[in-house]
T-cell receptor
Framework: GENVEQHPSTLSVQEGDSAVIKCTYSDSASNYFPWYKQELGKRPQLIID?????GEKKDQRIAVTLNKTAKHFSLHITETQPEDSAVYFC????????????FGTGTRLLVSP | EADIYQTPRYLVIGTGKKITLECSQTMGHDKMYWYQQDPGMELHLIHYSYGVNSTEKGDLSSESTVSRIRTEHFPLTLESARPSHTSQYLC????????????FGSGTRLTVV
């Protein structure tokens, strides 16, 4: 089955800096890679996703890159703000059939003013 | 508004009690899931369903059971609660074919004393 590893587990940055979170996956059949943000006491919310037919996707200050050959994908947040502080989860699955997301272990991002 | 709803939000219950955590979605999604979230953040799949009368166990062994008699309703039951069941339980639904990834409910934080 799929296994997703996520690093780092904790990331502290200064406001305005960039933050990068990296994930690797094991199943070459996976072709859907979402990222979720979970603020304290709230539900995980989808912030961006990418499918394996593209290598990069951007949405304002966030971007995701995918390297299918190396089986890794990354989340990039530029110009970080205190409200970006949260736990971020990567995940992987096939986007047909079972569609079971396998999540990484999470990264706690702290953005200091 | 179409969403996924979980009740109760918080529950404190004594050891040995039977409990049911409710999950309902108004988005018409076929697939639904239950995840257990550690205090340390990790999300573990405990049950999933592809549609009415379809249920499967997830990757994390769980003493809970689920049912899916109606598309919109996916309750989780613990026949005899134990302190080791103390955790946050998150319900989610998806319909990838229509472009909808996972939407999570707000969760039930269960404490067994």
């Amino acid at each position: 089955g799929e296994n997703v590893e996520q690093h780092p587990s904790t990331l502290s940055v200064q406001e305005g800096d960039s933050a990068v979170i990296k994930c690797t996956y094991s199943d070459s059949a996976s072709n859907y890679f979402p990222w979720y943000k979970q603020e304290l006491g709230k539900r995980p919310q989808l912030i961006i996703d990418i499918r394996s037919n593209v290598g990069e996707k951007k949405d304002q200050r966030i971007a995701v890159t995918l390297n299918k050959t190396a089986k890794h994908f990354s989340l990039h947040i530029t110009e970080t703000q205190p409200e970006d502080s949260a736990v971020y989860f990567c995940a992987a699955s096939e986007d047909t059939g079972f569609q079971k997301l396998v999540f990484g272990t999470g990264t706690r991002l702290l953005v200091s003013p | 508004e179409a969403d996924i709803y979980q009740t109760p939000r918080y529950l404190v219950i004594g050891t040995g009690k039977k409990i049911t955590l409710e999950c309902s979605q108004t988005m018409g999604h076929d697939k639904m899931y239950w995840y257990q979230q550690d205090p340390g953040m990790e999300l573990h799949l405990i049950h999933y369903s592809y549609g009415v009368n379809s249920t499967e166990k997830g990757d994390l062994s769980s003493e809970s059971t689920v049912s899916r008699i109606r598309t919109e309703h996916f309750p989780l039951t613990l026949e005899s609660a134990r302190p080791s069941h103390t955790s946050q339980y998150l319900c989610a639904s998806s319909e990838f074919e229509r472009g909808y990834g996972y939407t999570f409910g707000s969760g039930t934080r269960l404490t067994v004393v």
